[in-house]
């Protein structure tokens, strides 16, 4: 069966089309297209077991990347290597679990004959306290799970100490905004007082005598009028 090889046109017009592309449009777009140039360290081929279910671990990787949104290389290996000893630290927990019951299992008749009616509780103790004894299963689950502990913690660190002098710029930009003054709108000029009304000056009235009387004025005398003359 031969397989068709692209015309010429279709190859020029396949290549315009990728020339137009700009790529991712929103943020989130942008973020995990950064994110996918940067090279995946870990594995779930090495991380997960092949009982284990890879999408459940992919999973617990994106949710981290997510989280803690590295800007390089160093950080996403960082990141990465949280995910992966969270990872394993869950798987202890399982393993726990199963030794814990294991054990219950294989000392039933042991319990028996030490202990009648024995609790769930006091079954539980009571391996326990021979598998810290006799046990070296037990006392490498506790060394492995706290050596997980430690490196989780110091990738946590280390990831704090690169991404600080982001947030510390980020929070400065964020005082400077939040102290610039407002604005403040013009205030209109106050309202013109209306003037007092001018008081008129009341008319004085005649000075009295020393005997209480008023004097009388005399009117003026009138000029007399020239035709009167004749």
Known sequence: MSVKQPSEKQNAASRINGAKSKGPVSVDGRARSSRNALRHGLSSAVVVLPHEDRAQFEQLRESYMESFQPADQ???DLVETMAAARWRLNRLQEIEANLFEKEMVLR???MAKELKEMTEGE???WVFDRMANHSKSLAMQIRYEGQL???YERAFKQLQQLQKPVAQASAGESAEIQNEPEP???TAPPDPQP???PVPPSPQSPKENPNGTIPVQNPTPAEPDPGNRL
């Open 149 to 151: 502990n430690r490196t």
């Open 184 to 186: 403040t709108a013009p």
């Open 123 to 125: 079954k539980l103790a």
């Open 195 to 197: 003037l007092p009304n």
């Open 108 to 110: 039933a008749s042991e």
């Open 74 to 76: 160093p950080q996403h």
